[in-house]
């Protein structure tokens, strides 16, 4: 077996929670074909972090892996090799492990290349059974690996697995494969399929502390909705169009953290994971996400306060939203939706790149606009407006320094842990994007608050603003921090391709 069918193998290992842990705790196989690994023939059956058991021996088992109707095929050609009498004609055997046991499979003999089935050389030195997978007993526990074997019999084309459930007495990332040693079964293929339990249900472990994550987040944002529509309600005659489209990005990440938990609970519950179902609250996800980011762009233009209408800009910003739509929908499909999980590096690498190309350039134009937007605001001596855009612009800086440095933590987490054995925490991960977008929000809602004197601060159309106007605090009456006017309307029909110098062409047609 050389190095390089060896490292097929550990990658196999390495990329097994994304193989099939993403499809379901419900693992189902339809004719799965085993690949060839060295000397062995391999196919992978999932890999989820389980907790410990905790119930009594005698109990039935809370935490376990189930096999059901699981049933090996082989060729015809393999089959009719053999005498119809013949008792065993062929061994298929279905390794569990730990990934901290991972390396108790396969050998190597004086020291050379490792092989997953035991040879002749290997049988001598380690005592395995040649013909077979080669399985040290854990420290932690002889009876693991766990092994069960399937032998075909006489000629006939399939044999079934022995229905049984695997209970599991201590937490960790299991791995399951088939894998067959017989040279004479290439073209092996598999059916059925195997249920994967924690004690809270069919959730896997991974993806278990998520769900109490977007009951938490559901709650946040039910309450920032509360506050924030009761204060809309409040000055609604002075509303702005620009709190109109807060309103919407609170909606839709209520809406959206509320659909992650219930097709989490879900999952939990009956084991799969359907695809019209993950696809809708993706969808609502890409939404929000998109319409956040117009959001902060338009407010970093100076819509309403250095300018009534994006103008010319408005096609282009559109343009561009509609673009990281597609871009950040075909990336989270990719990454929660079925049996897509399955494409290979090179696919997601494909679509990881146009949502972060976009990303850096709506970054881009979001601190060229906010850079204009602060001198427009210096110029015309508007120092209430002028220190709420400073305060807007440190709270982005922020946000775009804590990304960056958790980006750096992200790669190095999953440099470092190639084999997902930190899986309770990786939820985290997950997590912080989420809770960063809701601070940010936060930061929005608490700037651009509805109060009886947004109106007062409008574009005026006015080369400066009243110095009188500007002296009084934005907080008055009830506290509530004022925003702007949008009193009129314009609109010039620029088309083209994307550039950062349109918004200062813009800006001197004004």
């Not at 492990?97 to 030195?125: H, M, V, W």
């Not at 059916?191 to 709650?219: C, D, E, H, Q």
């Not at 190309?357 to 709506?362: G, S, V, W």
């Amino acid at each position: 077996m050389d190095l390089r069918r060896l490292a097929v193998f550990a990658a196999a290992l390495a990329a097994g929670w994304w193989a099939r842990g993403a499809e379901a705790s419900i693992h189902t196989y339809d004719r799965e074909p085993f690949r060839e690994v060295g000397n062995a023939f391999l196919l992978s059956g999932g890999s989820e972090g389980i907790v410990a058991d905790g119930a009594d021996a005698a109990a039935p088992p809370s935490s376990f892996i189930k096999f059901v109707n699981v049933t090996f095929w082989r060729t015809p050609e393999a089959a009719e090799s053999h005498a119809k009498m013949a008792h065993s004609t062929g061994l298929v055997q279905a390794i569990l492990f730990e990934a901290a046991d991972r390396d108790n499979i396969g050998g190597s003999a004086y020291g050379g290349q490792r092989s997953i089935c035991c040879t002749p050389d290997l049988a001598k030195l380690e005592g395995c059974k040649q013909g077979e997978v080669i399985r040290r007993p854990s420290s932690d526990d002889p009876d693991w690996p766990y092994v069960l074997d399937t032998h075909f019999s006489a000629n006939h084309l399939s044999v079934k697995l022995e229905d049984e459930p695997v209970r599991i007495t201590k937490t960790g990332m299991y791995n399951l494969f088939f894998i067959s040693c017989d040279p004479k079964l290439r073209g092996l293929t598999m059916s059925g399929k195997t249920i994967w339990k924690n004690p809270g249900g069919y959730l896997p472990g991974r993806m278990a502390p998520l769900m109490k994550f977007y009951v938490l987040m559901s709650l946040a944002y039910l309450l920032v909705m509360i506050v924030w529509f009761s204060q809309y309600i409040r000055f609604w005659r002075d509303i702005l169009p620009i709190q109109n489209w807060i309103t919407l990005v609170i909606a839709l990440g209520l809406f959206e953290m509320t659909l992650w938990y219930f097709e989490y609970l879900n999952f939990n519950s009956s084991g799969v994971r359907p695809v019209g179902i993950t696809t809708w609250v993706v969808t609502v996800g890409a939404i929000r996400k998109t319409v956040s980011r117009l959001l902060i762009l338009s407010i970093s233009m100076g819509y309403g306060v250095v300018r009534p209408t994006l103008g010319g800009l408005t096609s282009k910003v559109l343009l561009l939203g509609l673009t990281y739509f597609l871009a950040s929908e075909m990336l989270d499909i990719a990454e929660n939706v079925g049996t897509i999980n399955d494409i290979s590096g090179k696919a997601r690498l494909f679509l990881v790149l146009p949502d972060a190309f976009l990303d850096a350039f709506l970054i881009l134009w979001i601190f060229t606009s906010l850079s204009r937007t602060l001198e427009k605001l210096q110029a015309r001596r508007s120092s209430v407006k002028l220190d709420i855009y400073r305060k807007f612009t440190n709270a982005l800086a922020v946000s775009v320094i804590a990304s960056v440095a958790w980006i750096g933590y992200e790669v190095y987490f999953k440099a470092t842990d190639p084999f997902s054995e930190r899986w309770q925490s990786a939820w985290i991960i997950t997590a912080f994007w989420d809770v960063l977008a809701f601070v940010l929000l936060l930061v929005i809602c608490y700037l651009w608050a509805p109060s009886q004197s947004s109106q007062r601060y409008a574009y005026s159309g006015e080369a400066a603003d009243d110095d009188d106007e500007e002296s009084q605090s934005l907080t008055k009456g009830d506290g509530e921090v004022g925003m702007v006017k949008i009193d009129k309307d314009r609109s010039a029909g620029v088309s083209g391709a994307f550039s950062l110098e349109d918004e200062a062409e813009e800006d001197k047609r004004e």
